[in-house]
């Protein structure tokens, strides 16, 4: 299943090189002082609070972003976290992808009672289910159905329901 990204092609330079006739300076620079804050601040219920607040970010109550987390600096209101899930120590979550003929965009969801190892990739476009599970160190490129365990990069399902 691929992932749901919207494409946008460029001309001449790569679209990186063009970042800014895709997003704002400003918007980026703001984002990249709140980001790097909430990446240090060992208070989960203020950094959930810069994230809603100034990234227009939903996360869900009760959500614990770990030490570190990266998230996407150019488009964060793309990113929905659930309630009582944890994004582990390191891991980024990209909502977009700029590549030498075009960029893309997705939303990245992520659903309730999820759990993210540490360091783990999430590339746009993606959905991971209620109550699934992601182990440390792998690269989110696709779909996780709700309830399973996957990792690995790439990624593949370890197991499809955990046992409740």
Not at 97 to 112: A, F, Q, S, T
């Amino acid at each position: 299943m691929s992932r749901k990204t919207e494409r946008f092609p460029v001309k001449e330079a790569n679209s990186l090189w063009q970042i800014y006739k895709t997003v704002p300076f400003g918007k980026v620079l703001k984002n990249v002082i709140i980001i790097m804050i909430a990446r240090f601040i060992p208070w989960m219920g203020m950094k959930n609070w810069l994230y809603r607040t100034f990234l227009r970010m939903k996360i869900g109550d009760e959500t614990a972003v770990a030490f570190m987390v990266m998230m996407d600096i150019m488009f964060p209101e793309r990113i929905s976290i659930g309630r009582n899930s944890i994004i582990g120590y390191n891991t980024t979550i990209l909502a977009h992808e700029y590549l030498i003929k075009e960029y893309r965009l997705g939303d990245v969801v992520i659903g309730d009672e999820v759990m993210i190892g540490a360091n783990t990739t999430i590339l746009p476009g993606v959905t991971i289910g209620d109550g699934a599970i992601v182990s440390a160190g792998t690269l989110v490129h696709r779909d996780v159905p709700a309830g399973s365990f996957v990792g690995g990069n790439p990624m593949q399902v370890i197991r499809e329901k955990i046992n409740e």
